[in-house]
């Protein structure tokens, strides 16, 4: 009789322990949650002491995300012709075209059009343009001017349909702004889906479309490394400038395998993106596993 009592006494022992272990796995998958004040005030001292200055508005609240997956989206000829007659005009009689024997970015055999000062460089899955005419004309425009001059460029793509959803940044540079559009999922920027554009007061003069479309493929759930354990890392990375200023910060979706993409789609997982001042190039920050990129860290100085 004892022994009955205590085996249902450590069955309800058992029970217990799986109950709160399953509540636990469910905290850390499912809930979401808030990085207290005094966390956000500890690791900004902490960052001051080392001669990192936080300039940003940091993310407060987390929730576990799935990874995404995307593949490229093909520039066909109908695609080509279109950004060229919308850009260059109908006449096609002052365009040569010729071939890019090899571009690190564009591959093999990109295709160039060329127009005066004007150049469009078309690739399997990029765009670029550039007008060396109006890259120096000054940088005495607004934000607002910047902003109306590159939703005229992007229209004139007629990309619309791959970037319905979309996020802009702008960024106040020498020479005029840098807009950027990204496409959107669930409320975050995908980082790799873009329409890069630096304004001067001439117009664009150089212009950057990369476009992914989200497939219906997605991961599991899993839970991101808050902010603060993020920015820790910021100390072990070797930046020369005297000068270092987190700009902003921004959690997004890239994909896992930073080579790029050829055909087939990719996992694109949760990273935050760290812009510091007089970086050109942004840190990015995987979310699951809070690793730093190996990036070239460029001053603009």
């Not at 009955?4 to 399953?22: E, G, S, T, Y």
């Not at 990204?182 to 409320?187: L, R």
């Not at 839970?223 to 820790?232: K, N, Q």
């Not at 395998?257 to 949760?270: D, F, K, R, Y």
Request: with cysteine; net charge negative; charged share 25%.
């Amino acid at each position: 009789m004892r022994w009955d009592k205590a085996l249902n006494l450590l069955i309800a022992i058992f029970l217990c322990l799986n109950i709160v272990l399953a509540w636990i796995n469910y905290e850390k998958l499912v809930v979401t949650y808030q990085v207290s004040d005094d966390r956000l005030d500890t690791i900004t001292s902490i960052l001051k002491k080392n001669n990192i200055k936080v300039d940003a508005k940091l993310p407060r609240v987390f929730s576990p995300k799935s990874s995404i997956w995307l593949e490229p989206v093909q520039i066909t000829s109908t695609i080509r012709d279109g950004v060229v007659s919308n850009v260059f005009g109908e006449d096609r009689s002052l365009i040569t075209i010729t071939k890019d024997a090899y571009d690190v970015k564009y591959g093999r055999n990109a295709l160039v059009y060329s127009k005066q000062e004007e150049e469009l460089k078309f690739s399997k899955e990029r765009i670029s343009y550039h007008h060396k005419g109006i890259e120096n004309e000054g940088n005495a425009l607004s934000e607002k001017e910047a902003l109306k001059l590159a939703k005229r460029f992007v229209e004139n793509l007629e990309m619309e349909n791959y970037f319905q959803d979309v996020k802009i940044e702008s960024r106040s540079e020498s020479y005029g702004w840098d807009i950027t559009y990204y496409e959107v999922y669930k409320g975050l920027p995908v980082f790799d889906s873009y329409i890069k554009l630096r304004v001067s007061e001439g117009g664009v003069f150089d212009a950057e479309v990369r476009c992914l479309v989200i497939t219906d493929k997605v991961g599991q759930l899993k839970p991101l490394y808050p902010i603060d354990e993020v920015l820790f890392g910021l100390q072990e990375l070797n930046l020369d400038q005297t000068e270092r200023i987190v700009e902003s910060v921004e959690l997004g979706y890239r994909l896992d395998n930073i080579e790029g993409m050829h055909i087939l789609a990719e996992e694109a997982v949760p990273m935050y993106k760290i812009q510091m001042r007089g970086l050109t190039t942004p840190i990015f920050v995987n979310a699951y596993t809070n690793t730093y990129e190996e990036i070239l860290f460029i001053s603009q100085y």
